[in-house]
Protein backbone atom coordinates (compact mmCIF):
# COMPACT_ATOMS: atom_id res chain seq x y z
CA UNK A 1 0.00 0.00 0.00
CA UNK A 2 3.11 2.07 0.48
CA UNK A 3 3.50 3.72 -2.64
CA UNK A 4 6.18 6.18 -2.11
CA UNK A 5 8.59 3.56 -0.88
CA UNK A 6 8.32 2.24 -4.38
CA UNK A 7 7.71 5.02 -6.61
CA UNK A 8 10.59 7.43 -7.96
CA UNK A 9 11.73 10.55 -4.99
CA UNK A 10 9.55 12.86 -3.96
CA UNK A 11 11.68 16.15 -5.69
CA UNK A 12 8.92 17.91 -3.79
CA UNK A 13 11.31 21.41 -4.25
CA UNK A 14 11.26 20.58 -8.60
CA UNK A 15 7.18 20.70 -8.19
CA UNK A 16 6.88 23.78 -5.87
CA UNK A 17 8.69 25.44 -8.68
CA UNK A 18 6.90 24.13 -11.72
CA UNK A 19 9.96 22.96 -13.09
CA UNK A 20 11.91 19.71 -14.77
CA UNK A 21 14.19 17.50 -12.90
CA UNK A 22 16.53 18.20 -15.48
CA UNK A 23 15.68 22.14 -15.53
CA UNK A 24 18.52 24.53 -16.54
CA UNK A 25 20.24 27.17 -14.00
CA UNK A 26 18.29 29.78 -16.17
CA UNK A 27 14.90 28.34 -15.84
CA UNK A 28 15.18 27.38 -12.09
CA UNK A 29 15.64 31.35 -11.84
CA UNK A 30 13.21 32.33 -14.43
CA UNK A 31 10.51 30.32 -12.35
CA UNK A 32 11.82 31.53 -8.73
CA UNK A 33 11.13 35.04 -9.70
CA UNK A 34 7.82 34.33 -11.23
CA UNK A 35 6.71 32.37 -8.10
CA UNK A 36 8.26 34.68 -5.70
CA UNK A 37 5.82 37.69 -7.09
CA UNK A 38 3.09 35.97 -6.36
CA UNK A 39 3.59 35.17 -3.23
CA UNK A 40 5.87 37.97 -2.02
CA UNK A 41 4.33 39.25 1.30
CA UNK A 42 4.79 42.48 0.56
CA UNK A 43 2.39 41.95 -2.70
CA UNK A 44 -0.49 40.57 -0.02
CA UNK A 45 -2.74 43.40 0.86
CA UNK A 46 -5.71 41.18 3.32
CA UNK A 47 -3.89 40.73 6.55
CA UNK A 48 -5.25 37.41 6.90
CA UNK A 49 -3.35 36.33 3.87
CA UNK A 50 0.04 37.84 5.02
CA UNK A 51 0.88 34.46 6.90
CA UNK A 52 0.09 32.23 4.39
CA UNK A 53 2.14 34.30 1.89
CA UNK A 54 4.76 34.65 3.96
CA UNK A 55 5.12 30.49 4.98
CA UNK A 56 4.86 30.22 0.70
CA UNK A 57 7.50 32.58 -0.08
CA UNK A 58 9.92 30.81 2.44
CA UNK A 59 8.92 27.36 0.75
CA UNK A 60 9.62 28.96 -2.93
CA UNK A 61 13.04 30.51 -1.49
CA UNK A 62 14.17 27.19 0.36
CA UNK A 63 13.54 25.35 -2.95
CA UNK A 64 15.33 28.10 -4.81
CA UNK A 65 18.60 28.28 -2.77
CA UNK A 66 18.67 24.57 -3.13
CA UNK A 67 17.98 24.01 -6.59
CA UNK A 68 20.74 26.54 -7.65
CA UNK A 69 23.59 25.83 -5.73
CA UNK A 70 25.03 23.44 -7.67
CA UNK A 71 26.44 20.86 -4.88
CA UNK A 72 23.23 20.93 -3.09
CA UNK A 73 21.13 19.72 -6.20
CA UNK A 74 23.58 17.17 -6.36
CA UNK A 75 23.05 16.21 -2.87
CA UNK A 76 19.08 16.88 -2.99
CA UNK A 77 19.05 14.69 -6.11
CA UNK A 78 20.64 11.94 -4.70
CA UNK A 79 19.41 11.85 -1.05
CA UNK A 80 16.74 14.31 -0.84
CA UNK A 81 15.95 16.59 1.99
CA UNK A 82 17.42 13.72 4.82
CA UNK A 83 20.96 14.46 2.80
CA UNK A 84 21.01 18.15 3.26
CA UNK A 85 20.03 17.37 7.06
CA UNK A 86 21.89 14.78 8.09
CA UNK A 87 25.97 13.96 7.36
CA UNK A 88 26.02 16.35 3.96
CA UNK A 89 24.69 19.51 5.54
CA UNK A 90 26.80 22.25 4.24
CA UNK A 91 28.85 23.26 7.66
CA UNK A 92 32.28 24.21 8.63
CA UNK A 93 33.13 19.90 8.07
CA UNK A 94 31.80 20.25 4.20
CA UNK A 95 32.46 23.53 3.05
CA UNK A 96 34.66 23.19 0.30
CA UNK A 97 32.75 21.95 -3.21
CA UNK A 98 35.63 18.97 -3.65
CA UNK A 99 34.81 18.12 -0.07
CA UNK A 100 31.10 17.75 -0.63
CA UNK A 101 31.64 15.73 -4.12
CA UNK A 102 34.23 13.40 -2.18
CA UNK A 103 31.47 12.46 0.55
CA UNK A 104 29.13 12.36 -2.34
CA UNK A 105 31.72 9.50 -4.03
CA UNK A 106 32.05 7.63 -0.32
CA UNK A 107 28.42 7.75 0.04
CA UNK A 108 27.80 6.25 -3.49
CA UNK A 109 30.92 3.29 -2.64
CA UNK A 110 28.84 2.59 0.26
CA UNK A 111 25.43 2.22 -1.32
CA UNK A 112 27.48 0.34 -4.57
CA UNK A 113 28.78 -2.19 -1.87
CA UNK A 114 25.31 -2.34 0.33
CA UNK A 115 23.62 -3.32 -3.14
CA UNK A 116 26.58 -5.91 -3.45
CA UNK A 117 25.33 -7.33 -0.29
CA UNK A 118 21.75 -7.34 -1.50
CA UNK A 119 22.77 -9.70 -3.92
CA UNK A 120 22.51 -12.81 -2.28
CA UNK A 121 19.93 -14.64 -4.39
CA UNK A 122 17.93 -17.83 -2.95
CA UNK A 123 16.15 -19.81 -4.86
CA UNK A 124 14.32 -23.26 -4.81
CA UNK A 125 11.55 -25.53 -5.90
CA UNK A 126 10.09 -28.57 -4.01
CA UNK A 127 8.06 -30.71 -6.36
CA UNK A 128 5.75 -33.26 -4.78
CA UNK A 129 4.13 -35.66 -7.16
CA UNK A 130 0.97 -37.18 -5.40
CA UNK A 131 -1.31 -39.99 -7.13
CA UNK A 132 -5.09 -40.62 -6.71
CA UNK A 133 -5.31 -44.52 -7.95
CA UNK A 134 -1.69 -45.09 -6.11
CA UNK A 135 -4.06 -44.08 -3.18
CA UNK A 136 -7.15 -46.17 -4.08
CA UNK A 137 -4.68 -49.28 -4.89
CA UNK A 138 -3.84 -49.11 -0.88
CA UNK A 139 0.46 -47.73 -2.32
CA UNK A 140 -0.08 -44.41 -0.44
CA UNK A 141 -0.28 -40.98 -1.97
CA UNK A 142 2.74 -39.93 -2.45
CA UNK A 143 4.14 -41.02 -6.33
CA UNK A 144 7.78 -39.03 -5.49
CA UNK A 145 9.39 -36.26 -4.48
CA UNK A 146 12.20 -33.43 -5.69
CA UNK A 147 14.02 -30.90 -4.26
CA UNK A 148 16.45 -28.24 -5.65
CA UNK A 149 18.15 -25.22 -4.35
CA UNK A 150 20.75 -23.10 -5.41
CA UNK A 151 21.98 -19.60 -3.67
CA UNK A 152 23.77 -16.97 -6.36
CA UNK A 153 26.16 -14.67 -5.24
CA UNK A 154 27.25 -11.08 -6.21
CA UNK A 155 31.17 -11.74 -5.37
CA UNK A 156 32.46 -8.93 -6.95
CA UNK A 157 31.52 -5.77 -9.66
CA UNK A 158 31.93 -9.02 -12.34
CA UNK A 159 32.29 -12.15 -11.10
CA UNK A 160 28.86 -14.20 -9.01
CA UNK A 161 29.21 -17.47 -7.99
CA UNK A 162 26.26 -20.07 -7.73
CA UNK A 163 26.13 -23.27 -5.44
CA UNK A 164 22.89 -25.66 -6.15
CA UNK A 165 21.95 -28.55 -5.04
CA UNK A 166 18.86 -31.37 -6.32
CA UNK A 167 17.50 -34.72 -4.48
CA UNK A 168 14.84 -36.64 -6.30
CA UNK A 169 12.82 -39.62 -4.71
CA UNK A 170 11.02 -41.99 -6.86
CA UNK A 171 9.38 -44.65 -4.56
CA UNK A 172 11.96 -46.94 -2.74
CA UNK A 173 15.06 -45.54 -5.42
CA UNK A 174 16.25 -41.81 -5.53
CA UNK A 175 19.58 -39.52 -5.38
CA UNK A 176 20.93 -36.46 -5.14
CA UNK A 177 23.39 -33.83 -6.77
CA UNK A 178 25.50 -31.06 -6.53
CA UNK A 179 26.20 -27.76 -8.97
CA UNK A 180 28.91 -24.99 -8.66
CA UNK A 181 28.43 -22.23 -11.69
CA UNK A 182 31.08 -19.11 -11.44
CA UNK A 183 29.97 -16.71 -14.07
CA UNK A 184 32.44 -13.44 -15.15
CA UNK A 185 31.83 -10.81 -17.09
CA UNK A 186 34.23 -10.18 -19.53
CA UNK A 187 32.67 -6.93 -20.86
CA UNK A 188 29.89 -5.06 -21.35
CA UNK A 189 28.39 -7.05 -23.94
CA UNK A 190 30.16 -10.69 -23.06
CA UNK A 191 30.00 -13.19 -20.71
CA UNK A 192 31.72 -16.46 -19.33
CA UNK A 193 30.24 -19.14 -17.30
CA UNK A 194 32.41 -22.17 -15.75
CA UNK A 195 29.91 -25.31 -14.37
CA UNK A 196 30.84 -28.11 -12.82
CA UNK A 197 28.02 -30.85 -11.01
CA UNK A 198 28.30 -34.22 -9.69
CA UNK A 199 25.68 -37.00 -8.77
CA UNK A 200 22.93 -37.56 -10.66
CA UNK A 201 24.58 -35.60 -13.46
CA UNK A 202 28.15 -35.52 -13.50
CA UNK A 203 29.48 -33.46 -15.48
CA UNK A 204 32.12 -30.21 -16.55
CA UNK A 205 31.05 -27.39 -18.31
CA UNK A 206 31.46 -23.93 -19.59
CA UNK A 207 29.01 -21.46 -21.52
CA UNK A 208 29.95 -17.84 -23.06
CA UNK A 209 27.61 -15.24 -24.63
CA UNK A 210 27.89 -12.06 -26.48
CA UNK A 211 25.55 -9.55 -28.12
CA UNK A 212 26.89 -9.51 -31.34
CA UNK A 213 24.23 -6.53 -32.14
CA UNK A 214 21.53 -4.38 -30.86
CA UNK A 215 19.20 -7.47 -31.87
CA UNK A 216 21.37 -10.12 -31.91
CA UNK A 217 23.12 -12.21 -28.93
CA UNK A 218 24.93 -15.36 -29.06
CA UNK A 219 25.63 -18.40 -26.53
CA UNK A 220 27.80 -21.11 -26.72
CA UNK A 221 28.37 -24.30 -24.46
CA UNK A 222 30.56 -27.07 -23.78
CA UNK A 223 29.86 -29.94 -21.92
CA UNK A 224 32.07 -33.13 -20.82
CA UNK A 225 30.17 -35.91 -19.22
CA UNK A 226 32.02 -37.43 -16.00
CA UNK A 227 29.65 -40.46 -16.64
CA UNK A 228 30.41 -41.96 -20.39
CA UNK A 229 32.54 -39.21 -21.38
CA UNK A 230 30.73 -37.50 -23.97
CA UNK A 231 31.13 -34.45 -25.36
CA UNK A 232 27.81 -32.20 -25.67
CA UNK A 233 28.31 -28.62 -27.73
CA UNK A 234 25.74 -26.41 -27.56
CA UNK A 235 24.60 -23.31 -29.72
CA UNK A 236 22.29 -20.37 -29.75
CA UNK A 237 21.39 -17.52 -31.71
CA UNK A 238 18.52 -14.93 -30.47
CA UNK A 239 17.19 -12.07 -32.27
CA UNK A 240 14.62 -8.83 -31.25
CA UNK A 241 12.10 -9.35 -34.10
CA UNK A 242 10.32 -6.41 -32.39
CA UNK A 243 9.66 -3.76 -29.51
CA UNK A 244 7.89 -7.08 -28.08
CA UNK A 245 9.15 -10.31 -29.96
CA UNK A 246 12.55 -12.45 -30.27
CA UNK A 247 13.01 -15.74 -31.72
CA UNK A 248 15.78 -18.18 -31.50
CA UNK A 249 17.69 -21.01 -33.00
CA UNK A 250 19.51 -24.11 -30.63
CA UNK A 251 21.32 -26.19 -32.15
CA UNK A 252 23.07 -29.24 -29.92
CA UNK A 253 25.51 -32.06 -31.15
CA UNK A 254 26.41 -34.90 -28.84
CA UNK A 255 24.88 -37.86 -27.26
CA UNK A 256 21.61 -36.29 -27.93
CA UNK A 257 21.62 -34.12 -30.79
CA UNK A 258 18.64 -31.88 -32.02
CA UNK A 259 17.81 -28.29 -33.29
CA UNK A 260 14.87 -26.18 -32.21
CA UNK A 261 13.46 -22.90 -33.27
CA UNK A 262 11.78 -21.16 -30.54
CA UNK A 263 9.74 -17.28 -30.37
CA UNK A 264 8.28 -15.28 -27.79
CA UNK A 265 6.35 -12.52 -27.39
CA UNK A 266 5.36 -10.18 -24.28
CA UNK A 267 3.03 -7.46 -24.57
CA UNK A 268 1.47 -5.30 -21.56
CA UNK A 269 -1.42 -7.60 -20.92
CA UNK A 270 -0.26 -11.03 -22.56
CA UNK A 271 2.53 -13.13 -23.62
CA UNK A 272 3.17 -16.38 -26.04
CA UNK A 273 6.32 -18.14 -26.57
CA UNK A 274 6.52 -21.87 -28.72
CA UNK A 275 8.84 -23.57 -29.59
CA UNK A 276 9.80 -26.78 -32.82
CA UNK A 277 12.25 -29.73 -31.86
CA UNK A 278 13.75 -31.89 -33.82
CA UNK A 279 16.07 -34.76 -32.87
CA UNK A 280 17.29 -37.76 -34.11
CA UNK A 281 14.32 -39.96 -32.76
CA UNK A 282 12.22 -37.57 -31.80
CA UNK A 283 10.46 -34.50 -32.53
CA UNK A 284 8.23 -32.33 -30.17
CA UNK A 285 6.03 -28.64 -30.88
CA UNK A 286 4.98 -26.51 -27.49
CA UNK A 287 3.48 -23.83 -27.06
CA UNK A 288 1.70 -21.41 -24.58
CA UNK A 289 -0.39 -18.50 -24.10
CA UNK A 290 -0.67 -16.22 -20.98
CA UNK A 291 -3.17 -13.00 -20.25
CA UNK A 292 -3.52 -10.71 -17.44
CA UNK A 293 -7.11 -10.01 -16.78
CA UNK A 294 -5.19 -7.50 -14.01
CA UNK A 295 -2.43 -6.72 -11.99
CA UNK A 296 -3.40 -9.51 -9.71
CA UNK A 297 -4.67 -12.47 -12.03
CA UNK A 298 -3.97 -14.16 -14.83
CA UNK A 299 -4.80 -17.15 -17.14
CA UNK A 300 -2.88 -19.88 -18.35
CA UNK A 301 -2.95 -22.07 -21.60
CA UNK A 302 -0.25 -24.59 -22.75
CA UNK A 303 -0.27 -27.00 -25.43
CA UNK A 304 2.52 -30.04 -26.09
CA UNK A 305 2.60 -32.71 -28.73
CA UNK A 306 5.31 -35.49 -29.88
CA UNK A 307 6.84 -38.49 -29.77
CA UNK A 308 6.64 -38.70 -25.90
CA UNK A 309 3.96 -36.08 -25.05
CA UNK A 310 0.61 -35.01 -25.91
CA UNK A 311 -0.95 -32.60 -23.55
CA UNK A 312 -3.37 -30.11 -22.93
CA UNK A 313 -2.98 -27.74 -19.88
CA UNK A 314 -5.28 -24.74 -18.58
CA UNK A 315 -5.40 -22.96 -15.17
CA UNK A 316 -5.05 -19.07 -14.26
CA UNK A 317 -3.02 -18.11 -11.15
CA UNK A 318 -3.80 -15.08 -8.42
CA UNK A 319 -1.35 -12.50 -6.58
CA UNK A 320 -2.01 -12.86 -2.92
CA UNK A 321 0.83 -10.77 -1.48
CA UNK A 322 3.57 -8.48 -2.61
CA UNK A 323 5.89 -11.60 -3.31
CA UNK A 324 3.74 -14.68 -3.22
CA UNK A 325 1.40 -15.80 -6.08
CA UNK A 326 -1.07 -19.14 -6.51
CA UNK A 327 -1.32 -21.27 -9.16
CA UNK A 328 -3.87 -23.92 -10.01
CA UNK A 329 -3.56 -26.20 -13.58
CA UNK A 330 -5.67 -28.26 -14.89
CA UNK A 331 -3.79 -30.97 -17.42
CA UNK A 332 -4.97 -33.61 -19.59
CA UNK A 333 -2.75 -35.79 -21.80
CA UNK A 334 -1.65 -39.22 -22.75
CA UNK A 335 -0.58 -39.56 -19.31
CA UNK A 336 -3.96 -39.35 -17.29
CA UNK A 337 -5.73 -36.34 -15.77
CA UNK A 338 -4.17 -33.86 -13.68
CA UNK A 339 -4.27 -31.19 -11.30
CA UNK A 340 -1.80 -29.03 -10.55
CA UNK A 341 -1.03 -26.59 -7.77
CA UNK A 342 1.62 -24.16 -7.12
CA UNK A 343 2.61 -21.61 -4.89
CA UNK A 344 5.74 -18.63 -5.76
CA UNK A 345 6.71 -16.55 -3.21
CA UNK A 346 10.25 -14.88 -4.30
CA UNK A 347 12.55 -17.24 -5.55
CA UNK A 348 11.04 -20.17 -3.98
CA UNK A 349 8.34 -22.74 -5.53
CA UNK A 350 6.42 -24.91 -4.16
CA UNK A 351 4.52 -27.36 -7.13
CA UNK A 352 2.14 -30.08 -6.29
CA UNK A 353 0.95 -31.94 -9.65
CA UNK A 354 -2.23 -35.01 -8.58
CA UNK A 355 -2.58 -37.79 -10.48
CA UNK A 356 -6.55 -38.23 -11.07
CA UNK A 357 -6.73 -40.73 -13.22
CA UNK A 358 -4.83 -42.38 -16.23
CA UNK A 359 -7.54 -42.91 -18.34
CA UNK A 360 -9.17 -40.50 -20.57
CA UNK A 361 -13.17 -41.14 -19.48
CA UNK A 362 -14.72 -37.84 -20.67
CA UNK A 363 -17.26 -37.98 -17.92
CA UNK A 364 -14.43 -37.95 -15.18
CA UNK A 365 -12.34 -35.12 -17.38
CA UNK A 366 -14.94 -32.83 -17.63
CA UNK A 367 -15.94 -33.32 -13.99
CA UNK A 368 -12.20 -32.89 -13.15
CA UNK A 369 -12.35 -29.28 -14.90
CA UNK A 370 -15.77 -28.11 -14.26
CA UNK A 371 -15.77 -28.73 -9.95
CA UNK A 372 -12.66 -26.96 -8.88
CA UNK A 373 -13.76 -24.20 -11.37
CA UNK A 374 -16.86 -23.81 -10.13
CA UNK A 375 -15.46 -23.82 -6.30
CA UNK A 376 -12.60 -21.43 -7.31
CA UNK A 377 -15.72 -18.91 -8.59
CA UNK A 378 -17.87 -19.48 -6.04
CA UNK A 379 -15.44 -19.00 -3.29
CA UNK A 380 -14.01 -15.56 -4.87
CA UNK A 381 -16.99 -14.45 -4.92
CA UNK A 382 -18.37 -14.85 -1.53
CA UNK A 383 -15.41 -15.45 0.67
CA UNK A 384 -12.07 -14.64 -0.73
CA UNK A 385 -13.24 -11.06 -2.26
CA UNK A 386 -15.41 -9.47 0.70
CA UNK A 387 -12.71 -10.71 3.26
CA UNK A 388 -10.02 -8.74 0.77
CA UNK A 389 -12.36 -5.67 0.21
CA UNK A 390 -12.93 -5.80 4.10
CA UNK A 391 -9.42 -5.82 4.98
CA UNK A 392 -8.73 -2.96 2.67
CA UNK A 393 -11.08 -0.92 3.71
CA UNK A 394 -9.71 -1.70 7.16
CA UNK A 395 -6.24 -0.53 6.00
CA UNK A 396 -7.32 2.41 4.46
CA UNK A 397 -9.40 3.61 7.41
CA UNK A 398 -6.41 3.10 9.67
CA UNK A 399 -4.11 5.21 7.53
CA UNK A 400 -6.55 7.89 7.32
CA UNK A 401 -7.14 7.76 11.34
CA UNK A 402 -3.42 7.84 11.44
CA UNK A 403 -2.63 10.74 9.08
CA UNK A 404 -6.04 12.70 9.56
CA UNK A 405 -4.22 15.43 11.43
CA UNK A 406 -1.55 16.05 9.00
CA UNK A 407 -3.78 15.52 5.74
CA UNK A 408 -5.86 17.98 7.60
CA UNK A 409 -2.84 21.08 7.72
CA UNK A 410 -2.02 19.62 4.11
CA UNK A 411 -5.65 20.63 3.09
CA UNK A 412 -5.64 24.09 4.92
CA UNK A 413 -2.38 24.84 2.98
CA UNK A 414 -3.39 24.11 -0.29
CA UNK A 415 -6.64 26.01 0.26
CA UNK A 416 -4.16 29.10 1.54
CA UNK A 417 -2.45 28.86 -1.37
CA UNK A 418 -5.23 28.68 -4.24
CA UNK A 419 -6.42 31.88 -2.58
CA UNK A 420 -3.26 33.76 -3.32
CA UNK A 421 -3.60 32.08 -6.62
CA UNK A 422 -7.11 33.15 -7.75
CA UNK A 423 -6.87 36.39 -8.81
CA UNK A 424 -4.23 35.40 -11.30
CA UNK A 425 -5.99 32.11 -12.06
CA UNK A 426 -9.23 33.44 -12.73
CA UNK A 427 -8.02 35.98 -15.35
CA UNK A 428 -6.08 33.51 -17.06
CA UNK A 429 -9.34 31.88 -17.44
CA UNK A 430 -11.32 34.06 -18.58
CA UNK A 431 -8.36 35.21 -21.41
CA UNK A 432 -8.52 31.48 -22.46
CA UNK A 433 -12.23 31.81 -22.85
CA UNK A 434 -12.11 34.97 -24.78
CA UNK A 435 -9.78 33.17 -27.28
CA UNK A 436 -11.36 29.95 -27.01
CA UNK A 437 -8.29 28.52 -25.61
CA UNK A 438 -7.69 25.85 -22.71
CA UNK A 439 -9.73 26.07 -19.62
CA UNK A 440 -9.56 23.67 -16.79
CA UNK A 441 -13.02 23.00 -16.07
CA UNK A 442 -12.57 20.33 -13.37
CA UNK A 443 -9.91 18.48 -12.12
CA UNK A 444 -9.26 16.19 -9.09
CA UNK A 445 -6.30 14.79 -7.55
CA UNK A 446 -5.97 11.65 -5.29
CA UNK A 447 -6.92 8.11 -4.60
CA UNK A 448 -7.08 6.10 -7.47
CA UNK A 449 -10.07 3.77 -6.19
CA UNK A 450 -11.79 7.16 -5.13
CA UNK A 451 -11.64 8.69 -9.09
CA UNK A 452 -13.14 5.74 -10.58
CA UNK A 453 -16.42 6.16 -8.46
CA UNK A 454 -15.82 10.22 -9.53
CA UNK A 455 -19.10 10.52 -11.41
CA UNK A 456 -21.25 8.73 -8.01
CA UNK A 457 -22.81 11.24 -5.60
CA UNK A 458 -20.57 12.23 -3.17
CA UNK A 459 -22.45 15.03 -0.97
CA UNK A 460 -23.25 12.38 1.63
CA UNK A 461 -19.73 9.98 1.24
CA UNK A 462 -17.78 12.43 2.92
CA UNK A 463 -15.04 8.94 3.27
CA UNK A 464 -14.52 8.98 -0.75
CA UNK A 465 -14.52 12.80 -0.99
CA UNK A 466 -11.71 13.08 1.27
CA UNK A 467 -9.77 10.55 -0.65
CA UNK A 468 -9.29 13.41 -3.39
CA UNK A 469 -9.10 17.55 -3.84
CA UNK A 470 -10.28 19.90 -5.96
CA UNK A 471 -7.61 20.96 -8.45
CA UNK A 472 -9.29 23.12 -11.01
CA UNK A 473 -7.59 26.69 -10.07
CA UNK A 474 -3.59 25.25 -9.67
CA UNK A 475 -3.97 23.75 -12.70
CA UNK A 476 -5.45 27.32 -14.41
CA UNK A 477 -2.82 29.16 -12.54
CA UNK A 478 0.20 27.25 -14.25
CA UNK A 479 -1.74 27.39 -18.01
CA UNK A 480 0.95 29.26 -19.92
CA UNK A 481 -0.53 32.50 -22.20
CA UNK A 482 -0.14 30.59 -25.74
CA UNK A 483 -2.85 27.70 -23.90
CA UNK A 484 -0.60 24.89 -23.05
CA UNK A 485 -0.09 23.16 -19.70
CA UNK A 486 2.62 20.78 -18.99
CA UNK A 487 3.67 18.62 -15.38
CA UNK A 488 6.45 17.16 -15.48
CA UNK A 489 7.99 13.57 -15.65
CA UNK A 490 8.95 12.01 -12.72
CA UNK A 491 7.53 14.82 -10.10
CA UNK A 492 5.03 13.88 -7.06
CA UNK A 493 1.72 16.03 -8.29
CA UNK A 494 1.17 16.77 -4.60
CA UNK A 495 3.77 18.66 -4.07
CA UNK A 496 2.56 21.38 -6.93
CA UNK A 497 1.29 24.59 -5.48
CA UNK A 498 -2.46 24.83 -4.07
CA UNK A 499 -1.91 20.41 -4.36
CA UNK A 500 -1.59 18.42 -1.10
CA UNK A 501 -1.45 14.68 -0.78
CA UNK A 502 -5.20 14.39 0.34
CA UNK A 503 -4.04 10.11 0.85
CA UNK A 504 -0.96 9.41 2.08
CA UNK A 505 0.25 5.69 1.58
CA UNK A 506 -2.00 5.09 -1.20
CA UNK A 507 -1.69 5.30 -5.17
CA UNK A 508 -2.62 8.29 -6.46
CA UNK A 509 -4.07 9.88 -10.09
CA UNK A 510 -4.67 13.09 -11.78
CA UNK A 511 -8.63 13.70 -13.69
CA UNK A 512 -8.63 16.46 -15.61
CA UNK A 513 -11.70 17.94 -17.72
CA UNK A 514 -10.85 21.00 -20.41
CA UNK A 515 -11.96 22.74 -23.01
CA UNK A 516 -10.16 23.77 -25.84
CA UNK A 517 -11.47 25.20 -29.72
CA UNK A 518 -15.08 24.51 -28.15
CA UNK A 519 -14.45 20.74 -27.99
CA UNK A 520 -14.48 18.74 -24.85
CA UNK A 521 -11.97 16.83 -23.31
CA UNK A 522 -10.64 14.43 -20.50
CA UNK A 523 -7.60 12.67 -19.40
CA UNK A 524 -6.50 10.48 -16.27
CA UNK A 525 -2.83 10.53 -15.37
CA UNK A 526 -0.67 8.52 -12.91
CA UNK A 527 1.22 10.75 -9.84
CA UNK A 528 4.81 10.53 -11.63
CA UNK A 529 3.64 10.60 -14.92
CA UNK A 530 3.80 13.64 -17.75
CA UNK A 531 0.75 15.48 -18.18
CA UNK A 532 0.81 17.92 -21.81
CA UNK A 533 -2.32 20.13 -22.61
CA UNK A 534 -4.32 19.99 -25.06
CA UNK A 535 -4.11 17.01 -26.74
CA UNK A 536 -6.30 15.52 -29.59
CA UNK A 537 -5.88 11.92 -28.42
CA UNK A 538 -8.25 13.02 -24.78
CA UNK A 539 -10.68 14.52 -27.10
CA UNK A 540 -14.81 13.00 -25.94
Not at 134 to 159: E, P
Amino acid sequence: MNEEADGPPNRELYALLHISPDASDDEIRKSYRQWAQIYHPDKIQAPHMKEAATENFRRICEAYEILSDENKRKIYDIYGMEGLNSGLELGTKLSKAEEIKEELEKLRKLREQQKTAEHFLPSGTILARMSLPHLLRGHGFMRGMAMTSSVQSQISKHNTLSIGGNVVVNGNSGGGGATLVFGHQLSPVSSIEFVGSTGLNSLLGVQTSRHLSQHLSATMGLALSLKDGSLNLSNMWTRRLSETASGNIELALGSDSSIAIGWDKKEENSSASGQLKLGISSFEASANYTHRFSKKSHGHLEGKIGSHALLIEVGGGRKISKFSDVRMLYSIGIQGISWKFELHRGGQKLIVPILLSRYLDPVFATGAFLIPTSVYFLAKKFIVKPYILKREKQKALENMERTSAKVKEARAAADKAKLLLQNVANRKQRKQQEIGGLVITKALYGSVKALKKRDEPIESVDELASQFIDVALPLNFLVSDDGQLKLHEGVKKSGIMGFCDPCPGEPKQLYVEYTNGGNFYEVVVDDYAELLLPQETHRI
